[in-house]
T-cell receptor, first 112, second 117 residues
Framework: GQQLNQSPQSMFIQEGEDVSMNCTSS?????WLWYKQDPGEGPVLLIA?????ELTSNGRLTAQFGITRKDSFLNISASIPSDVGIYFC????????????FGSGTKLNVKP | ETGVTQSPTHLIKTRGQQVTLRCSSQ?????VSWYQQALGQGPQFIFQ???????GRGNFPPRFSGLQFPNYSSELNVNALELDDSALYLC????????????????FGSGTRLTVV
């Protein structure tokens, strides 16, 4: 079945540093979503991308839909302690518009 | 916007029992999807409902079934519970794009934590 490869698996950074994580797939996707999940909560949508090459920002977060339509990245600038959590990418393949596949998550730890 | 609400928040069931989980969609959304999230993993797609019919299904056995109601609320039913069914069950609502070729970004509920003993 379809797999999304999300990396890195975990990150330990200092407050104020920038962060970058990415997802790649073996299939062409028509939508990429990025979520943050805190313990015991559901994922919260951060950024949605619908076109190849699209670059979208949400405050200190920036995400891009790769031009090959097989990858996406999320950047967080000037990290703060409340950025701690697990970040998931999710993609909707072009051959199936009714489901999203999720990456395995990037666990972000921020040291004050 | 009321968001997506799920009930109950936690549930403990015995192996072999049946369970029903409930979800109320975000206002204005017309599709409901259910996901299973095991500890330390990303959510896995179970199925999606649109206009009260299942229009997409993941790799889950038939004992996982669902319903969508005219008010876009939804149920997930699991029969003959197994220990491996223990997980966080997430409901997500979305708006199916014009032409039916994709969904605008999912909004998730906080989930139901199911423990099977």
């Amino acid at each position: 079945g379809q797999q999304l490869n999300q990396s890195p698996q975990s990150m330990f950074i200092q407050e104020g540093e920038d962060v970058s994580m990415n997802c790649t797939s073996s299939s062409i996707f028509n939508t990429w979503l990025w979520y943050k999940q805190d313990p015991g909560e559901g994922p919260v949508l951060l950024i949605a991308l619908y076109k190849a090459g699209e670059l979208t920002s949400n405050g200190r977060l920036t995400a891009q839909f790769g031009i090959t339509r097989k990858d996406s990245f999320l950047n967080i600038s000037a990290s703060i302690p409340s950025d701690v959590g697990i970040y998931f990418c999710a993609g909707q393949p072009s051959y199936n518009f009714n489901k999203f596949y999720f990456g395995s998550g990037t666990k972000l730890n921020v040291k004050p | 916007e009321t968001g997506v609400t799920q009930s109950p928040t936690h549930l403990i069931k015995t192996r072999g029992q049946q369970v029903t989980l409930r979800c109320s969609s975000q206002s204005g959304h017309n599709t409901v999807s259910w996901y299973q999230q095991a500890l330390g993993q990303g959510p896995q797609f179970i199925f999606q409902y649109y206009r009260e019919e299942e229009n997409g299904r993941g790799n889950f056995p038939p004992r996982f079934s669902g319903l969508q109601f005219p008010n876009y609320s939804s149920e997930l039913n699991v029969n003959a519970l197994e220990l491996d069914d223990s997980a966080l069950y997430l409901c997500a609502s979305s708006l199916l794009r014009q032409g039916g070729n994709g969904n605008y970004g999912y909004t998730f509920g906080s989930g139901t934590r199911l423990t099977v003993v």
